[in-house]
């Protein structure tokens, strides 16, 4: 019992020895990946009720020269955890401000969302850093959204309630995402300058077959009523969860449905053939 005791340790640590290796190996890559321009930008459609294009969420991808398109599940994690996810994090905004500062944007009524990790908004100069971007590109601040999660509500509230209120003084907006899948506290969402809630797709997808789920989707958006605040809803893919949020009220869609993630040169001038430019 004892060998075979050892020999599972023995094992245990060669192949924490192998995934540790693996996630440095990825590590190193991704600090690579960010200097040589291997990331992509990528948007995805928000739309209100009749199909008009009301914003866009960035959602960033890795094109790696060997294993193909990472997905973004399999390296932000490690960017957080490394701490690459600022500079990572400071890559998309700076595409995503160098595209609304074009002239052709102004052709399209749309804020762009940008997702905003934990670790990159604890930073203490990121209020410095997002000025610095919109003034280095001529980005219109009010065409900005900056979504956070419930989490850095939890880390330091005054800290976090003063960020945002500087950054809301330009005119950027905030949205809470994934909210109801963290520990949100009602009182602390009634302190921050945010503007919307996302609910996340794991909500959407069971809301028209589980009436957990559809209880859970009309308590978020009865706060967001009380609190005055726009909803998008993630992961719409089908005409039944559709048709379950038409009959709830005023949301924006975001999912498969309306439209998928395309890299954004691809996606601006579709939408701008669209438009008639
Ligand atoms: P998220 O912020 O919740 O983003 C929404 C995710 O849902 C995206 O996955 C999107 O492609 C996916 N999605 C959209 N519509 C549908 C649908 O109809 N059905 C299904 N099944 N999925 C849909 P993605 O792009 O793989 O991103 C995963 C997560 O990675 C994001 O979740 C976000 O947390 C993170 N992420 C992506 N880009 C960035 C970034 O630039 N910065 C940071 N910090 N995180 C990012
Ligand atoms: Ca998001
Ligand atoms: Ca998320
Ligand atoms: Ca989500």
Same mark, same amino acid.
């Given at each position: 019992?004892? %060998? &075979?005791?050892?020999?599972?340790?023995?094992?245990?640590?060669?192949?924490?020895?192998?995934? %540790?290796?693996?996630?440095?190996? !990825?590590?190193?890559?991704?600090?690579?990946?960010?200097?040589?321009?291997?990331? @992509?930008?990528?948007? *995805?459609? *928000?739309?209100?009720?009749?199909?008009?294009?009301?914003? %866009?969420?960035?959602?960033?991808?890795?094109?790696?020269?060997?294993?193909?398109?990472?997905?973004?599940?399999?390296?932000?994690? @490690?960017?957080?955890? &490394?701490?690459?996810? @600022?500079?990572?994090?400071?890559?998309?905004?700076?595409?995503?401000?160098?595209?609304?500062?074009?002239?052709?944007?102004?052709?399209?009524?749309?804020?762009? %969302?940008?997702?905003?990790?934990?670790? *990159?908004?604890?930073?203490?100069?990121?209020?410095?850093?997002?000025?610095?971007? !919109?003034?280095?590109?001529?980005?219109?601040?009010?065409?900005?959204?900056?979504?956070?999660?419930?989490?850095?509500?939890?880390?330091?509230? #005054?800290?976090? @309630?003063?960020?945002?209120?500087?950054?809301? #003084?330009?005119?950027?907006?905030?949205?809470?995402?994934?909210?109801?899948?963290?520990?949100?506290?009602? #009182?602390?969402? =009634?302190?921050?300058?945010?503007?919307?809630? =996302?609910?996340? =797709?794991?909500?959407?997808?069971?809301?028209?077959?589980?009436?957990?789920?559809?209880?859970?989707?009309?308590?978020?958006?009865?706060?967001?009523?009380?609190?005055? !605040?726009?909803?998008?809803?993630?992961?719409?893919?089908?005409?039944?969860?559709?048709?379950?949020?038409?009959?709830?009220?005023?949301?924006?869609?975001?999912?498969?449905?309306?439209?998928?993630?395309?890299?954004?040169? *691809?996606?601006?001038?579709?939408? !701008?053939?669209?438009?008639?430019?």
């Amino acid at each position: 019992a004892k %060998a &075979s005791g050892r020999n599972t340790v023995c094992f245990f640590e060669a192949a924490m020895g192998a995934q %540790a290796q693996a996630r440095f190996a !990825l590590e190193s890559e991704l600090r690579q990946a960010i200097e040589n321009d291997e990331l @992509v930008l990528y948007l *995805q459609p *928000q739309c209100g009720i009749d199909g008009r294009l009301e914003g %866009a969420e960035a959602l960033v991808r890795w094109r790696h020269p060997q294993r193909g398109l990472v997905p973004p599940g399999l390296f932000i994690p @490690v960017a957080e955890d &490394s701490g690459l996810i @600022v500079p990572l994090g400071d890559w998309v905004l700076t595409r995503c401000c160098e595209l609304l500062a074009r002239q052709e944007m102004s052709h399209l009524p749309l804020r762009i %969302a940008v997702n905003v990790s934990p670790r *990159q908004f604890r930073q203490a100069d990121f209020v410095q850093r997002v000025r610095h971007t !919109l003034a280095s590109t001529g980005a219109d601040p009010t065409r900005l959204l900056l979504e956070v999660t419930e989490g850095v509500m939890l880390d330091n509230l #005054a800290d976090t @309630v003063g960020k945002m209120s500087e950054l809301a #003084a330009l005119g950027i907006h905030f949205s809470i995402d994934d909210f109801g899948t963290g520990y949100s506290s009602l #009182a602390y969402l =009634k302190r921050l300058p945010i503007h919307e809630l =996302k609910i996340d =797709k794991a909500f959407i997808q069971d809301a028209p077959s589980d009436p957990n789920d559809a209880a859970l989707v009309d308590a978020i958006l009865a706060v967001a009523r009380h609190l005055n !605040l726009r909803v998008v809803a993630e992961g719409v893919e089908t005409e039944d969860q559709a048709a379950f949020l038409r009959s709830r009220g005023p949301l924006l869609y975001q999912g498969y449905l309306t439209g998928r993630p395309e890299p954004a040169e *691809q996606q601006l001038d579709h939408w !701008l053939a669209s438009q008639g430019q």
